[in-house]
């Protein structure tokens, strides 16, 4: 289960928050056209052949909700790191 409290803490505090990512999803070898060294995040369930989905992670109030949509529908997905 993911510690949605945790999360929202952590980017308040202008904590490590590409590593509490990082430390949730698995590294996809999928990249965007023209950017290899994108940060592409893979999560949910890749069983079957259901397509996944594409998020963008943005941080502030995006962040929690889309976190928390991946982790409920527990669909495949792919997020790619979209702050800086």
Do not use: K
């Amino acid at each position: 289960m993911i510690d949605l409290m945790s999360i929202a803490q952590t980017e308040a505090a202008g904590g490590d928050l590409f590593g509490t990512l990082d430390s949730l999803y698995e590294p996809s070898d999928v990249r965007p056209e023209g950017y290899p060294d994108a940060v592409v995040w893979q999560g949910g369930n890749f069983v079957g052949d259901i397509n996944p989905v594409a998020h963008s992670m943005t941080d502030a109030y995006a962040l929690l909700g889309t976190i928390a949509a991946i982790d409920i529908l527990g669909r495949a997905s792919y997020a790619c790191c979209a702050w800086g």
